[in-house]
């Protein structure tokens, strides 16, 4: 058998710029960990300082970084009070961030913490030799010389979080009609289209599980048991939120290697092979969008006063 020569890991661009990443990270997390903060939140701190508001979206883009990675990174400010997320004025469904006072102060403190750093590094690396390196990764960024895409995480992560805030809002106003026009709640729960069809509870779980399954079947992990005992609007959206919470748990980084996975799947008698891309586009989108399609479908009919842009949302986020 011929002997496979494998290439340098040193001759990878990608692992010699993460590399580079890494420690010149760590050096800066050092003179910011005084402050309480890391690199990465100290930099969203500053884009908000340049640019608030800034949807999620919005940051997400001009921070080059995938949602779900953004997110890590921004819960600990706001639940330090250095930024609040709030509803957009225009469109409540989309949300917003901004700095807080703390927060001011915090990026102010931060930023005396950091000078320091900047300072050594370029005495040490050379001034020149500085700019020189930030001009050139300036340029990396901009590359569009190859495909950078990760189609398989663009096109299901984001998509099944998004489609979990329409189908929360669906659900709100659901619950908000029946408290208006006295209506038990049961009912429009156990609202069905057709006698052989999911109620609404049912079309809610099936959306849920259709977003975690193919989630885990697209990284190969197990996928969680839920059990199928909701019974109230509450218990919806605690299942809604813990599908959300193991979706949005994988990185992009989980979905690069992906592409020439085959996943089999039973139906009916027979298993079917299937690639990713043909996975996600043939069966778990469109079985998704079935789901909560069926379940705008039932409260329209039974008078929740929807229109299409609630099964829209916002696009803007």
């Not at 706001?78 to 409540?92: C, K, M, N, Q, T």
């Not at 799947?265 to 998704?288: D, E, H, I």
């Amino acid at each position: 058998m011929p002997v496979e020569i494998l290439p340098r890991l040193e001759d990878c661009n990608c692992f010699a710029v993460r590399s580079a990443a890494r420690h010149v990270g760590q050096f800066y997390d050092q003179f910011l960990a005084p402050i309480g903060l890391r690199t990465t939140q100290f930099s969203i701190l500053a884009k908000l300082k340049q640019r608030e508001p800034l949807t999620i979206n919005a940051l997400a883009k001009d921070m080059v970084m995938d949602r779900t990675t953004l997110g890590r990174n921004v819960l600990p400010l706001e639940r330090d009070g250095l930024i609040r997320i709030e509803p957009v004025a225009s469109d409540r469904r989309a949300k917003e961030l901004r700095l807080t006072n703390t927060g001011e102060k915090r990026l102010q403190a931060a930023l005396k913490a950091w000078s320091p750093a900047q300072a050594q590094f370029e005495t040490t690396f050379g001034t020149k030799r500085a700019g020189e390196l930030r001009a050139l990764l300036r340029s990396v960024v901009s590359f569009q010389g190859v495909s950078m895409s990760n189609d398989i995480f663009d096109y299901s992560v984001p998509v099944f979080l998004r489609g979990h805030g329409i189908l929360a809002e669906l659900l709100k106003k659901a619950e908000s009609h029946a408290a208006e026009r006295k209506i038990a709640p049961a009912v429009l729960l156990t609202a069905r289209l057709f006698p052989d069809m999911y109620p609404l509870t049912g079309q809610v779980q099936a959306a849920c599980d259709t977003a975690k399954r193919a989630t885990a079947r697209l990284v190969g992990k197990e996928a969680p048991r839920f059990e199928d005992n909701e019974v109230s609007f509450d218990e919806l959206h605690a299942r809604i939120r813990k599908t959300t919470e193991f979706v949005e748990s994988h990185p992009a980084d989980a979905f690069l290697a992906v592409a020439d996975r085959t996943i089999e799947m039973k139906m009916g008698s027979g298993t079917v092979s299937l690639t990713a891309s043909q996975y996600l586009t043939r069966f778990a989108l469109p079985n998704f969008y079935f789901h909560i399609t069926t379940a705008y479908d039932i409260l329209r009919h039974n008078g929740v006063p929807l229109g299409k842009r609630d099964y829209i949302g916002n696009m803007a986020s």
